[in-house]
């Protein structure tokens, strides 16, 4: 109950394209969605997260889509560029495991110029 | 305000030794959780740490153990290393509260030789 499943594995796009990373959870207890970016060599960074209160959220490029009923969650970068080439990784935590994230497995994007 | 650092960044050790790893939060943060990172299992939670106390556990054996000190910095420690255990060891601090965000530093790179 404890898992997030991340799909695709990889992607690639060309520049300007718009690659989507699907997420799905088990725990309904979870109510904390962020997604991270880590370049090689770095630690993850946070990009973007959102609460089940609400269905979509934006920043910038980044936009996250919220589906409570089917458990579901994405991110859709708009307009990617070269320097979006990284690996992403959802996750989520909720309950009383807030200082724990349970990640998925990591989507490594590609963006040709 | 500065970020998440950990030291040192690259360690070699041999099997059977022990290894201890530090980790200084964004000040003001007072929650530090640990993290391993490798290929084949991605981000795994390890524990958290808040006022000085262990408050979640992930599913890790006990040679992997933690603790953290009045200044919430924190360390790791591994002891009787195995070759299992090379990974990138992350750090993540967040605020108190209500607020979820976690801020991981760049990481340990652990080599088991």
């Known amino acids: 109950q404890q898992q997030v499943k991340q799909s695709p594995q990889s992607l690639i796009v060309q520049k300007g394209g718009i690659p989507i990373i699907n997420c799905a959870y088990e725990?309904?207890?979870?109510?904390?969605f962020p997604w991270y970016q880590q370049f090689p060599g770095k630690g993850p960074a946070l990009l973007i997260a959102?609460?089940?209160?609400?269905s979509e959220k934006k920043e910038g490029r980044f936009t996250i889509s919220f589906n409570k009923s089917a458990k579901q969650f994405s991110l859709h970068i708009m307009d990617s560029q070269p320097g979006d080439s990284a690996t992403y990784f959802c996750a989520a935590n909720g309950g009383t495991s807030y200082g724990k994230l349970t990640f998925g497995q990591g989507t490594i994007l590609t963006v040709h110029p | 305000k500065a970020g998440v650092t950990q030291t040192p960044r690259y360690l070699i050790k041999t099997r059977g030794q022990q290894v201890t790893l530090s980790c200084s939060p964004i000040s003001g943060h007072r929650s530090v959780s640990w993290y391993q990172q490798t290929p084949g299992q991605g981000l795994q939670f390890l524990f958290e740490y808040f006022s000085e106390t262990q408050r979640n556990k992930g599913n890790f054996p006990g040679r992997f153990s933690g603790r953290q000190f009045s200044n919430s910095r924190s360390e790791m420690n591994v002891s009787t290393l195995e070759l299992g255990d090379s990974a990138l060891y992350l750090c993540?601090?967040?605020?108190?509260?209500?607020?979820?965000?976690?801020?991981f530093g760049p990481g340990t790179r652990l080599t088991v030789l």
């Open positions: 959102i609460r089940p209160d609400v």
């Open positions: 725990n309904t207890a979870f109510d904390y």
């Open positions: 993540a601090s967040k605020a108190s509260g209500s607020e979820n965000e976690q801020f």
